[in-house]
């Protein structure tokens, strides 16, 4: 992914811009934009005010690399569009029938640290150009300037930028290239500045949050959508290769496991129950961005890990089980190009495991499939990191205030490399079904699943 995939979720919004976002839904799509592309301005004798068009008003609304021809959006007010109720905040929401393949896309509430974003629209300098996508621009951001209670100003990288150039791109997105995500920390509202020095307002995304709030009923948050059901995430998970010699062993291992992806599915429960349980400081590794929380790598292994503890236990949970599951299990994902261990185990010290009993099982993942002998992290194998590790987080250790010690992570008994195991993923996929696919052969479907189940009964108790 890079700054074409920018193009991919900017659209022309009648005269102005806008940006395709999913929500926690698959039953329709949101265009984010700037709510003066949707109305009149208009002079009352007091100067010049912004009014809703009427009801019935088409806005033509184009979309890079859709099939279709432009979309003729009839506003309905308070069905598809949904302007912010105070005048100050220039957004609004267009609900649309759902556009399939833009849930790639998350929010950014650090909007002050906006360094290495672009603003990407439609500058009406370039809509003399006759394919769309030639009409397309973006700008680098180099820096937030200041917070102007509804709206924000940011400095362009060209700071000999003026008003003229801007035109056309009100209400696009303010977009970033992260971890195979675009994020999006606000659209881009108007030119206040009378000279051409680059400077940009915006509305922080946090508005449009509000915005839905308002209209809880009819519009679903901000999230992405595969939070609201593994079902979005079923076609990603366990793709175990195979080949001329493994094939039917892999065939069958696969069948067992669309079954037991199926049970998990259909549980009471969804990625958002399971974010919302335990907290963005349980699941998250010291360090990461709580933005880490919204990303489909995550929760496609959330429901690998789930499946596995399906295999294992031989039942489908359900939200009701949640106290013991996570009592005794908890995940760590990393989306690092580098060894899980190398790039954390540092910061593994530094995690919050809350109520993980003692002895319990960490489960670690990472983009990088680890050595095949150290699926299992020993400490006794590296002792010299350890006693470091150890002898840092207990030099930083701090005095408990009185009242707060259940909150206490750092205490030389919760050392969690004397408290935990720690596994990564790929033990139960890569370790224990393709690489030792050969003690599969001659199993009927029942054998098998045995076998894997006693296979991860050797880590999972």
């Known amino acids: 992914m890079g700054v074409a995939e920018f193009k991919k979720y900017t659209v022309k919004v009648g005269g102005g811009s806008g940006v395709i976002f999913q929500p926690m839904t698959n039953s329709y799509t949101y265009i984010l934009t700037a709510k003066h592309n949707l109305q009149n301005e208009v002079d009352e ?16 609304i184009s979309i890079i690399n859709y099939d279709l021809s432009p979309i003729e959006f009839v506003i309905d007010k308070g069905e598809n569009y949904f302007p912010h109720e105070n005048k100050d ?10 556009i399939p393949g833009y849930d790639s896309i998350c929010i950014d509430n650090s909007y002050k640290d906006i360094s290495n974003y672009f603003i990407c629209g439609f500058p009406n300098s370039l809509r003399i150009n006759v394919e769309l996508s030639d009409k397309y621009t973006d700008y680098e951001v180099d820096r937030f300037v200041s917070d102007n209670v509804t709206s924000c100003k940011s400095q362009l990288i060209n700071d000999r930028m003026s008003h003229e150039d801007i035109i056309g791109m009100s209400g696009c997105g303010i977009l970033k290239r992260y971890n195979n995500h675009v994020l999006i920390a606000g659209i881009q509202s108007k030119v206040t500045s009378l000279l ?6 915006f509305v922080p995304i946090k508005y449009f949050e509000d915005l839905i709030n308002s209209n809880a009923d009819k519009l679903s948050s901000l999230l992405p959508m595969y939070l609201a059901s593994f079902s979005f995430l079923k ?9 001329l010699i493994t094939g039917t062993i892999i065939s069958k291992i696969t069948l067992i496991f669309e079954s037991k992806i199926k049970e998990v599915i259909n549980c009471d429960y969804t990625p958002n129950c399971i974010k919302d349980f335990l907290g963005a400081k349980q699941l998250l590794i010291y360090g990461q961005e709580e933005g880490d929380l919204y990303y489909k790598s995550l929760w496609l292994v959330w429901l690998e890990l789930l499946t596995v503890l399906n295999v294992v236990k031989n039942k489908r949970h359900a939200r009701s089980d949640f106290d ?13 190009k580098n060894d899980f261990w190398v790039d954390h185990i540092d910061n593994i010290a530094k995690t919050n495991f809350g109520n993980l009993s003692k002895d319990g099982l960490v489960v670690v993942s990472s983009r990088r499939t680890p050595h095949r002998d150290h699926y299992i992290l020993d400490p006794d194998t590296i002792i010299d990191q350890i006693d470091r590790i150890r002898f840092e987080y207990e030099s930083n250790m701090e005095e408990t205030p009185y009242g707060e010690e259940q909150d206490n992570i750092t205490s030389a008994s919760n050392f969690p ?20 696919y050969a003690d599969y052969t001659k199993m009927n479907l029942t054998q098998i699943l045995d076998k894997i189940r006693s296979k991860y009964e050797q880590v999972i108790k």
């Open 324 to 336: 013991s599951i996570f009592k005794h299990v908890r995940l760590l994902h990393s989306n690092g």
């Open 45 to 60: 004798g007091k100067g010049k005010k912004y009014r809703d068009k009427d009801n019935g008003t088409i806005i033509t």
């Open 417 to 436: 490399f004397d408290n935990y195991r720690f596994v990564h993923i790929e033990y139960f996929k890569q370790k224990s079904l393709i690489d030792e």
């Open 89 to 98: 905040v220039d957004i609004a929401i267009l609900k649309m029938e759902y």
């Open 235 to 243: 076609d990603d998970v366990f793709q175990l290769p195979s080949d």
């Open 196 to 201: 051409p020095n680059g400077q940009v307002d």
